[in-house]
């Protein structure tokens, strides 16, 4: 299955990544949202070029969803139907347990026609952190 990943810039994200490589489906790129008033990402603050670097040590492109807060819940959909016409199936994100963390990017897909994927849903977070380390 092709797919996109909601790329936050942690390790969970990169270890679902992985994952879901792991499992034979194929990532067409990642997407990281970006805010364009304090010009680095929203949730880990990275700025843009440590993310260019970080996709392209993945050989993975990357799209900076480039958004203010009050705008964010409609781009991060645009760039989901985006992907959609891309080829991707599905999006992967790297939430583990928290249930506000997993309802709403599901909402975000099942508005856009996508299936989220979430390969450490469920996991131990003391085992995501060994896991992340191997």
Not at 27 to 49: C, W
Not at 80 to 100: N, P, Q, R, S, Y
């Amino acid at each position: 299955m092709k797919f996109v990943a909601s790329y936050s810039g942690g390790k969970d994200s990169i270890l679902a990544i992985h994952k879901a490589i792991q499992k034979g489906h194929t990532p067409i790129f990642l997407f990281t949202t970006y805010n364009i008033d304090e010009a680095r990402s929203f949730f880990h603050g990275i700025p843009e070029p440590i993310l260019d670097s970080v996709a392209g040590s993945l050989g993975i492109p990357i799209l900076l969803v480039k958004t203010k807060g009050e705008d964010y819940q409609q781009n991060f959909e645009k760039t989901l139907l985006h992907a959609k016409t891309l080829g991707a199936e599905a999006c992967v994100f790297g939430d583990i347990d928290i249930e506000e963390h997993r309802r709403w990017p599901s909402e975000r897909c099942n508005n856009t026609g996508l299936e989220p994927l979430f390969p450490l849903w469920g996991e131990a977070r003391e085992k995501v952190v060994y896991d992340f380390m191997k």
